[in-house]
């Protein structure tokens, strides 16, 4: 079992930045393959972007390549997204997934293919 936990969310205006950091339990961290979704209010939860558990290989959806960058640290169990040039349609819960197993290149995109889901933190961008 993992557990994890989304820190860094708040309100921020348009054009600034907010760095996202996502603690997971577990011995294992570093065999997990992780991710970034998010829900809008009255919208369905969509793919931010993600990080094979190498570390090596990310992938972003299009509306935010170029302005995130997902991280992580296998040494303190915890991956990141930085998030740039911040757009007031950027608004929205953020919440950090787990997917256990994979080749070292494994990009997960799509929601069914992850295990694990942590209780998501409040992005507030204002115009």
């Known amino acids: 079992q993992v557990q994890l936990v989304e820190s860094g969310g708040g309100l921020v205006q348009a054009g600034g930045s907010l760095r996202l950091s996502c603690a997971a339990s577990?011995?294992?961290?570093?065999?997990?393959?992780m991710g970034w979704f998010r829900q809008a209010p009255g919208k369905e939860r969509e793919f931010v972007a993600s990080?094979?558990?190498?570390?090596?290989?990310?992938s972003y959806a299009d509306s935010v390549r170029g302005r995130f960058t997902i991280s992580r640290d296998n040494a303190k169990n915890t991956v990141y997204l930085q998030m740039n040039s911040l757009k007031p349609e950027d608004t929205a819960i953020y919440y950090c997934?787990?997917?256990?197993?994979?080749?070292?290149?494994?990009?997960?995109?799509?929601?069914?293919?992850?295990?694990?889901w942590g209780q998501g933190t409040q992005v507030t961008v204002s115009s």
């Open positions: 577990g011995r294992t961290f570093s065999t997990y393959a």
């Open positions: 990080i094979s558990w190498s570390g090596i290989h990310t």
């Open positions: 997934t787990a997917k256990l197993g994979g080749d070292f290149s494994y990009t997960p995109r799509l929601q069914y293919e992850y295990d694990y």
